[in-house]
């Protein structure tokens, strides 16, 4: 297609994308009654309160950091769990492999949904509700199967010929795995982090009903917040872009391994 075409259209993309993230500043530079009041495309009197709030006031700060908390939990553990599995599926073949790997790929389809009750049984009876590592723990069961598709991707390109070698010149499985192996997947483990994190960081249904307080994430705090004189649509709009804060800079810090697992056709 002809560059003059295509460079009008993806700026027009582009700006229809970023109108909603833009629309969302805007609110959250205003105050309450401006919001309700009157339609400005730039805040009229703008306000830095709102941002105030989200990190002085505890029941909106501890949300925030509660999400990063089990979000972190569960990307270590996920990418823990995934690298020998992954291992695995790409260097051996056993009975079931393709069955195995396949059934681990439909849990990632099933909807989180599905999970919740009996979920929500089992950490009731052992004392994990409301606790970090029970959302942490929840969210593996989809991260984990992701993450082993990924990591598969990546080692499958890696010559088994390099194992061998290695084994000969007297390195253990452990030495060679970590000195030899992982270097030269990072953009693989890179992919599967950043996966990993997204999910965990937008997934609300899991992280809302397993906590109540102590693990309460930034997002349920969002959806509770109704006061006796309605919503606080700025202190809202606030929150929204802060919880895009995260995921924006762990796009930038693995933007390269993303494109390069799109190359390698795992992403």
């Not at 389809?109 to 009731?124: E, R």
């Not at 762990?250 to 993303?258: N, S």
Request: proline share 5%.
């Amino acid at each position: 297609m002809d560059k003059r075409i295509t460079g009008p259209i993806l700026f027009l993309y582009l700006l229809l994308a970023m109108l909603p993230i833009y629309w969302l500043l805007n609110m959250a530079l205003k105050t309450n009654e401006e919001i309700t009041s009157v339609m400005t495309l730039v805040p009229t009197h703008l306000t830095f309160d709102n941002f105030k709030t989200i990190l002085t006031d505890p029941s909106w700060y501890d949300g925030y950091i509660n999400s990063i908390i089990y979000v972190v939990i569960n990307m270590v553990l996920s990418v823990g769990v995934a690298l020998p599995a992954a291992y695995a599926f790409s260097r051996y073949s056993f009975i079931g492999d393709k069955q195995l790997f396949f059934w681990l790929l439909t849990n990632r389809m099933t909807p989180p949904a599905v999970f919740l009750l009996p979920f929500f049984q089992l950490y009731s009876t052992v004392g994990l509700m409301d606790t970090h590592l029970a959302v942490a723990l929840a969210h593996m069961l989809f991260n984990v199967p992701l993450a082993v598709w990924i990591l598969e991707g990546f080692m499958s390109g890696v010559p088994k010929e390099i194992d061998e070698t290695a084994y000969i010149d007297g390195y253990s499985f452990p030495k060679f795995f970590i000195k030899i192996f992982l270097p030269m997947i990072k953009a693989g483990v890179g992919v599967t982090a950043f996966f990993c994190f997204m999910f965990s960081w937008v997934e609300l249904l899991l992280a809302r009903t397993l906590t109540s307080v102590n693990a309460k994430p930034i997002a349920a705090t969002m959806t509770r917040t109704v006061s006796a004189a309605g919503m606080d649509w700025g202190v809202l709009a606030a929150a929204g872009i802060l919880t895009i804060v995260p995921g924006a800079l762990v796009i930038w810090f693995v933007r390269h391994y993303i494109a390069k697992g799109f190359a390698m056709g795992r992403v």
